[in-house]
């Protein structure tokens, strides 16, 4: 199948480049910014190159890009009924309102964190929230010193998980980052570490009187999101449009985990 990079010159799309053969992609289409300084050059058999230079298609994209260039990529996306898999964190409401648009009309997953294990993260903490109903909740974050979000959209999944986990609404329990470290009654707060290169981690602390869970997931190599994004790009092709899906149902892990606990 022809992959489509957007955002091809940056960390990750670098990694979707390096590792796409190895998942059955041939790299057709790497998109950069009208400004990008790699214009015109060769990449993987073809070269960087602005949206409004392509008449043709890949067979599906992965947009590694920044949060103001989603209008565009998604509008190249419905023009050629192409499926996309948008991996850019950081979206407010209107972007976020403008993905669900773009999948009535072509299949489209949203995955704020690519990696597999971040997918089982999210089930799993809404399965302790909702089971540990009276817990304190509070999230660490920590990310590479040149990350722009903060708290991390895989942060925020995961309050959006606990939420879910307790029937609330994020928003009406969402503390943000701790700053004089009050907590509202039910609120959920986040630590954010920005250092070095740290690629990835994140904890969930559910805490009560005398006991505490504790879920953790890091990532050391970023070839993880990489091989997470090419796997839901594979397949997001056999897809229907329709919903914005997300890593979970590339897992099916919502049928596995009620098998699991029927």
């Known amino acids: ?23 059955g992609f041939e ?5 950069v910014s009208e400004q990008s300084q790699f214009l ?7 070269h960087y190159r602005h949206l409004t230079e392509a008449d043709d298609a890949p067979d599906v994209l992965i947009d590694f890009s920044l949060p103001h260039a989603l209008h565009e990529n998604l509008a190249y996306a419905e023009a050629h009924q ?7 964190t950081g979206l407010d409401a209107e972007q976020r309102q403008r993905l669900q648009d773009t999948a009535s009309q072509v299949p489209t997953l949203h995955a704020r964190n690519t990696s597999l294990g971040v997918a089982l993260m999210e089930q799993l903490t809404r399965i302790a929230a909702g089971a540990f109903k009276e817990a304190d909740i509070e999230i660490f ?10 708290p991390s959209g895989t942060a925020l999944a995961l309050g959006e998980a606990a939420a ?11 503390d943000g980052v701790r700053g004089d470290g009050e907590r509202s009654a039910h609120g959920i707060g986040f630590s954010v570490v920005r250092a070095a290169d740290i690629v990835g981690e994140h904890q969930v602390w ?4 005398g006991e505490r869970i504790e879920l953790s997931h890091r990532v050391s190599d970023r070839r993880i ?11 997001l092709t056999a897809q229907a449009p329709g919903e914005c899906y997300q890593m979970a149902d590339v897992l099916d892990l919502k049928k596995q985990l009620a098998q699991l606990l029927d």
């Open 1 to 23: 199948m022809k992959l489509g990079v957007l955002g091809a010159s940056g960390r990750m799309g670098q990694q979707i480049i390096r590792y796409a053969e190895s998942f």
């Open 27 to 31: 790299v057709s289409h790497a998109f």
């Open 40 to 46: 015109g050059q060769s990449v993987a058999g073809t």
């Open 82 to 88: 192409c499926p996309i898999v948008v991996c850019t």
């Open 141 to 150: 974050e920590a990310h590479h010193r040149h990350k722009k979000d903060g």
């Open 164 to 174: 879910r986990g307790r029937q609330v609404q994020f928003e009406a329990i969402n």
């Open 206 to 209: 559910l805490a009560q009187a």
């Open 225 to 235: 999101f990489a091989e997470g994004a090419l796997r839901a790009a594979s397949w």
